[in-house]
Nanobody, 125 residues
Framework: VQLQASGGGLVQAGGSLRLSCAASGYGFSNNAVGWFRQAPGKEREFVSAISFNGGMTDYRDTVKGRFSISRDNAKEMVYLQMNSLRPEDTAIYYC???????????????????WGQGTLVTVSS
């Protein structure tokens, strides 16, 4: 599966952005998908994940209640709605996919096989 993330940009603290992850290739609807982010000088970290059919989702604690992940398998798209953004959310955001046709979420970097190129989110204070 090939992935392309988009939707990043510069936003003031408290603002919103919606990231999109466009997939192409056979079998996307059988893939679990995750969003990760990497700030300068820091390790890549888990942000959110969704199961193959959207039945399960998960979030890192610091984004719970502010971020929402969703997917549209017919359009081969996954979205990350980010509200109440904070300067500490500034990072390059990546989407990733792994074959997992079960109602599970995958939260660890190493389990993902396919990665998009990343989109930069900058939140100013």
């Amino acid at each position: 599966v090939q992935l392309q993330a988009s939707g990043g940009g510069l936003v003031q603290a408290g603002g919103s952005l919606r990231l999109s992850c466009a997939a192409s290739g056979y079998g996307f609807s059988n893939n679990a998908v995750g969003w990760f982010r990497q700030a300068p000088g820091k390790e890549r970290e888990f942000v959110s994940a969704i199961s193959f059919n959207g039945g399960m989702t998960d979030y890192r604690d610091t984004v719970k209640g502010r971020f929402s992940i969703s997917r549209d398998n017919a359009k081969e798209m996954v979205y990350l709605q980010m509200n109440s953004l904070r300067p500490e959310d500034t990072a390059i955001y990546y989407c990733a996919a792994v074959y997992a046709p079960h109602n599970i979420v995958v939260v660890t970097t190493g389990e993902y096989v396919d990665w998009g190129q990343g989109t930069l989110v900058t939140v100013s204070s």
